[in-house]
């Protein structure tokens, strides 16, 4: 039943992109999933961007099914965004542990301070910083009662005209019970264009901690993206751990529109 409800919400989300109508853009679609790397670019200024996805994680101890992951950004400016993190539910399948619900969402914004235009290594350097926080209103069972911050620094480098680069630090400062910990992480991408329509990427991504006084974990993960016109774009991509902790195995889906 349960995979039948991820399956069925994935295939609604896909579907409800695809009826949407293509409209003109001058810039290329640049979106935020599926890779964990998010992107030192900022959506256009009175523009929306939707991205939403699917997930199954099998992990040693317990699955992770997850369906909705809604990201919504909107351009208020030229170098400014405001994020929404809505509409996520997950499922944990676990010994003796089986719970579902919807996580909490987020509120944040991302701002580009350098664009990557200019010659050079650092002159062709975009960054951006990201700031966000959950909100406490998701199921009990699954989401945390207190407010989760967190920042991230995105650089990204265009290393030819169909291969990019990009790389994020992160900080957040979770709660795990009533004690609040420090969480590091640190992500590589490298993407590349097949063709005009289809592009590749493959990454590393790795934690210091995800929960108080938890293990490091290190991940591998590639995809591919498939744009179907210049506002919707289709993606897949597959992970697993480098670690002693982490996903066995990690498979999703999703989708992007902007408007």
């Not at 994680?57 to 997850?66: E, I, L, M, Q, R």
């Not at 199921?139 to 990019?164: I, N």
Request: proline share 4%; aromatic share 12%; glycine share 12%.
């Amino acid at each position: 039943m349960r995979r039948g409800q991820l399956v069925s919400i994935a295939l609604w989300c896909v579907v409800l992109m695809i009826v949407a109508t293509e409209g003109a853009a001058e810039d290329a679609l640049v979106t935020d999933r599926p890779d964990f790397t998010e992107s030192a670019l900022v959506v256009d200024r009175d523009r929306w961007q939707f991205e939403m996805g699917a997930t199954y994680d099998n992990g040693a101890h317990v699955t992770v099914w997850s369906a909705g992951e809604l990201l919504v950004r909107w351009g208020i400016a030229r170098d400014f965004e405001l994020r929404l993190g809505a509409v996520s539910y997950l499922w944990l399948d676990g010994a003796g542990d089986d719970s579902s619900g919807f996580l909490d969402p987020s509120i944040g914004m991302k701002y580009e301070f350098k664009n990557g235009e200019g010659p050079g290594f650092w002159g062709g350097t975009a960054l951006a910083v990201i700031a966000a926080a959950t909100i406490p209103v998701g199921a009990s069972a699954v989401s945390s009662p207190d407010w989760q911050p967190l920042a991230v620094l995105a650089a990204s480098w265009d290393l030819a005209p169909s291969v990019s680069l990009g790389t994020n630090l992160g900080y957040a400062r979770p709660s795990d019970g009533d004690q609040r910990f420090d969480s590091l992480w640190a992500s590589v991408a490298l993407g590349a264009g097949f063709t005009d329509t289809t592009a590749v990427f493959i990454e590393l991504y790795g934690f210091n901690r995800e929960e108080d006084r938890g293990p490091s974990t290190v991940v591998f993960q590639t995809g591919v993206t498939y744009l179907i016109n210049s506002n919707l774009q289709l993606d897949a991509r597959l992970g697993r751990r480098l670690s002693d902790a982490g996903p066995d195995f990690l498979l999703g889906i999703g989708a992007s529109w902007r408007y």
